[in-house]
Each structure stands twice: as structure tokens, then as C-alpha cells.
């Protein structure tokens, strides 16, 4: 089973995972595994393995094999190598080949190559690997070894889109017991047989993946408001037949017995739950004219690599377009639309009527300053009143005191809904988004992604979550070097293209050759 756990942010998923893991031991109760299971955690912090090898980083995930291998090495390294040594190097081989050590290397590569780490850097030092592979180093750590349980927070946590479709298609061989704490809803839809919803400090499960749990949630607490409301007109109509009639001699049985039967309604408990969902609403200041962006033969080169060469399409009133490619290459193309980058050639034409709002992946620069979040706003709000400010961010979960949290201290998460504050208050009719929903928690992706459904304009987007971009878009512009691919179609379709996949393909070829120059 793949348990998916759920819960508001600060409801006590990763500290529920914690005392799974051993790592916190503050608690009442017990943890209990069979003797001879043996359990794998992602871990968060890759400092530790900064002066190993990534595939052996890799490989240390089986602690009891890796101990086996040193302790191998040790022994057949020893000068004065005698036949106690040889009885114990005999125990050590038989150890070793039934924790599968004889394939430990190919498989650890296995899964650093699916994860997007070249060959090439598997035998570099964790410490000299970029970000992002480091993070990807400690992913296959985990699932290194099969281990019997296995625990990931937010493991798809900067992968690309083709490595999360490799863990997805990875974890539905698993034969481990899965618990994984994710925001991304295809994710978790794809691996996850039982949802674990973290509420109110309790844990409910449900039996179905994610989309399942949602649908049923929805129904089961509409279907509770039905039975109040009925139970409730039921209450009145009762009262109000024992106030008239409880006086009256020839009716008093009547009222007895309706008054027997009020004491038998119950009304079911609708706990409010701990999620809040941000109300997010996109007004237009205007409706966009036919033309709206035509982007004719631009080129952009950075550091002498080619992000894009001859990048020629078209948007118009109403349509949605997905970007993909390599992060830089995008960013790029989505900075250079949003007007804060020049092309190398080409040029990019607006429609007169359209107001863009971008939304950029990086988005320190806006919060480098002591400003509190009323003060931040203000410069972005036509209305520069602290009521309405205040009621602003009150719509994007900013309450009492919270408002006067210096802008600088914000949490990532915080400053996306930010962020999108600062892009409603511009009234935009086009849309500019990269990477939207990083760092959101899953009823804030979930509240963005239904007010871009009612969007009244056109968009361009960039995003590895999968559900997000195929609900929005019908069209998916690919970035791949001096080319570039404009399909029609949905996302999902897009991704199972087999000429994308080799596509894909081809480019970690590329990467595994240029690493080894």
C-alpha cells in the first residue's frame, strides 16, 4: 500500500512521519515494526554526505550494506590477512550477496540515471553537485535497496517533469509500504492507494488515491448539511406544533408525542476543519481585443548556451499555453515577455488592450525590504487604505497581527500568496506565470487552480504540476535548444507523445556525453 498523507500546513504530517521514523520521541503510544523490516526516510539535509561519492551516498540508504562493504574492504586490504579473517570475509560474502551487494552499484546508478543525474557525475562528490541533483541524490538514497517501509516528504521537491513520471512509474513497481507527504495532487493521485487526512489531530483513512478522497470529502460533508437542514426544518416544524397546541386538552397527546419525538433529533457535529483555502478571483479591467501577443523569430543566448533560436507563435483572446523545457530556458522566455529581459533578435508584439500580470519563479527581489505586509502591499494597490489593505490579505489567509510580519521573514509559501495578491490587484487580462505553485500547500494550489478556470483572459505557463497544467492549457510550447515544438492537445497527452519521450531522451544522452567531456 502508498499511504498519502494530507493535512493543512502545521496539521502534523512531518511530525507524524518524525515519530514514525524514530526521529522524534516525544510522544505516548507506540510505534511498532516487525523484527527484520527494515524502514527508509528522505532525508532533508544532504551536508552530511557533502565528501562522498553521489552513487555512494546512494548506496549508504542500506546502512547494513554499506557497513558490509566497508567492513570487506577493511579485511582484504589487510597486510597480515589470516584465516580468522578469512572465516569472517566468508560470512561478509554470504551477507553480502543476499542484500543483492553484487548489484548494489548498477542499481544505485539505475536510479540516479532515472532521476536525471548523468553517469558521468555519479563518482562526483555530493558537496560538488548542484542543488537540485543533491536533493535527487538523497531521493534515491531512499528508495535505494527496496526497503520494507518507506517514508518521503515531498520527495518530488525540485524534480523536472520526466523525473517525477520516473519516481510515479517507479513507486507503482514498489513493493514497500509507502507513507508520502506531497503537494502535488497527479502525484499523489498516481502512487497513492489510501489517503491518511491529518485533521484536528486526528487521522482518517480513506481507501482511494487522492481525487478520490477530495470528491468524497465534498460529498460526505454536503450530504451532512442536507440531513441538518432537514433535521432542522423537522426541529421548527415540531416546536412550533408543541407551542400551539401543548395548552390545548383535546391535542395535548399530540404534543406529548411530537415532543418525544424533538428529544430524538440529533444534529451532526459540522467541525469546521483546519484547512483554509485563500480566495483568490481574477478581475479584468478590460476584455482583450483579437490580437493579443505574436512572438516573431526571437533568440536568446546566456553564458553560450542557446535558450531559444527563432521562437516564433502566436496567442489569441481567451487561449492558454504551457511552456516546457530546461527551468533556465524558460524563465528566460517568461522574463523577456514579462519586459524585464531583451531578446538577442526578434520581436514580440501586444495586443493595445492587454494588461499583463507576471509571476516570476524567483521572487526575492520583492522581498528584500522590513516593510511590513500592509506597507509591502501598499505599493501595489491603487487603494492605499490600511482597511482595505488588511482585508486584502485577509483573502490570502494574512489575519490580526500576521499582517504586520516584516516581508523579509515570509516563508516561501507566503510569499507566493503575495505574490498573487500583488498580480489581482492589477486587474490583469493576461497572465504570465512561472512556477505558481511552488512552496504552495494543496488547498492553495487547489483554490488557484479554480480561480484560473474562471479566468476571463489568456495565460502562459510554466509548472512541473502535472494536474495544474493539464486542466489549464490545450496547447504546449516545448523549448528544446535551437527548436522548438507548438502542439495542440492536452498536457497528459503531450507528456505520453512517444516523440517527446525520445525527445527527452535524447537530451539526457546528450547531457550524459557532455558531462564525461
Not at 554526505?49 to 558490509?68: C, S, Y
Not at 523536472?160 to 503537494?183: G, P, Q, R, Y
Amino acid at each position: 500500500n502508498c499511504y498519502g498523507l494530507i493535512g493543512a500546513n502545521g496539521a502534523g504530517k512531518s511530525t507524524l512521519l518524525r515519530c514514525l521514523s524514530g526521529e522524534e520521541d516525544r510522544y505516548s503510544g507506540n510505534v511498532i515494526i516487525p523484527r527484520g523490516l527494515r524502514m527508509s526516510v528522505l532525508k532533508q539535509d544532504h551536508f552530511g554526505f557533502n565528501d562522498v561519492a553521489a552513487l555512494t551516498a546512494v548506496i549508504m540508504g542500506h546502512e547494513r550494506l554499506h557497513q558490509v562493504m566497508v567492513e570487506k574492504e577493511a579485511i582484504y586490504a589487510k597486510p597480515d590477512f589470516n584465516d580468522e579473517d578469512g572465516m569472517k570475509a566468508a560470512e561478509l560474502e554470504s551477507d553480502f550477496a543476499d542484500m543483492n551487494g553484487y548489484t548494489a552499484e548498477a542499481d544505485a546508478a539505475t536510479l540516479l540515471s532515472g532521476l536525471g543525474i548523468p553517469e558521468a557525475r555519479h563518482q562526483k562528490l555530493v558537496g560538488e553537485l548542484d542543488d537540485d541533483e543533491k536533493v535527487r541524490v538523497l531521493l534515491a538514497q531512499a528508495i535505494f535497496g527496496s526497503p520494507d517501509i518507506l517514508l518521503l516528504d515531498e520527495p518530488t521537491n525540485h524534480l523536472d517533469t520526466d523525473s517525477i513520471l520516473w519516481l510515479e512509474n517507479f513507486l507503482l513497481d514498489f513493493k514497500a509500504t509507502t507513507i508520502v507527504v506531497s503537494h502535488d495532487r497527479h502525484f499523489l493521485d498516481k502512487v497513492c492507494t489510501h489517503v491518511a487526512d491529518v485533521d484536528f489531530g486526528t487521522v482518517k483513512m480513506f481507501v482511494g488515491n487522492y481525487t478520490f478522497w477530495y470528491e468524497s470529502s465534498k460529498l460526505a460533508l454536503e450530504q451532512k448539511r442536507q440531513a441538518n437542514k432537514k433535521a432542522a426544518d423537522k426541529v421548527k416544524e415540531l416546536k412550533a406544533f408543541i407551542q400551539r397546541f401543548s395548552a390545548n386538552a383535546s391535542k395535548s397527546r399530540q404534543a406529548s408525542s411530537r415532543r418525544a419525538l424533538l428529544d430524538k433529533i440529533t444534529l451532526d457535529d459540522l467541525r469546521p476543519s483546519n484547512r483554509k483555502y485563500p480566495y483568490i478571483v481574477w478581475k479584468t479591467d478590460r476584455p482583450l481585443g483579437k490580437q493579443v501577443l505574436t512572438v516573431d523569430r526571437i533568440s536568446k543566448t546566456i553564458d553560450g548556451e542557446v535558450m531559444f533560436k527563432d521562437l516564433t507563435f502566436t496567442l489569441g483572446r481567451g487561449e492558454s499555453i504551457a511552456v516546457t523545457g530546461s527551468d533556465t530556458a524558460t524563465a528566460c522566455l517568461m522574463e523577456i515577455l514579462a519586459g524585464e529581459m531583451e531578446p538577442d533578435e526578434g520581436e514580440i508584439h501586444w495586443g493595445v488592450k492587454v494588461n499583463r500580470a507576471y509571476f516570476p519563479k524567483d521572487n526575492s527581489r520583492y522581498f528584500d525590504t522590513d516593510d511590513n505586509l500592509v506597507s509591502w502591499m501598499r505599493q501595489f494597490s491603487p487603494n492605499a487604505e490600511e482597511e482595505f489593505l488588511r482585508s486584502f490579505l485577509g483573502r490570502m489567509l494574512f489575519k490580526g497581527d500576521e499582517t504586520q510580519k516584516s516581508a523579509r521573514v515570509l516563508s516561501g509559501g507566503e510569499k507566493v500568496r503575495c505574490m498573487l495578491a500583488r498580480m489581482m490587484l492589477q486587474d490583469p487580462n493576461f497572465l504570465i506565470l512561472d512556477g505558481p505553485t511552488n512552496h504552495l500547500d494543496l488547498e492553495t494550489i487547489t483554490a488557484l487552480n479554480n480561480s484560473l478556470l474562471e479566468f476571463d483572459g489568456s495565460m502562459i505557463l510554466a509548472s512541473h504540476d502535472v494536474q495544474f497544467v493539464d486542466s489549464l492549457v490545450s496547447r504546449v510550447l516545448e523549448l528544446d535548444g535551437e527548436d522548438f515544438y507548438d502542439i495542440g492537445g492536452s498536457y497528459e497527452d503531450y507528456l505520453a507523445d512517444e516523440a517527446r519521450q525520445a525527445r527527452a531522451h535524447a537530451r539526457q544522452e546528450a547531457k550524459k556525453h557532455q558531462a564525461r567531456q
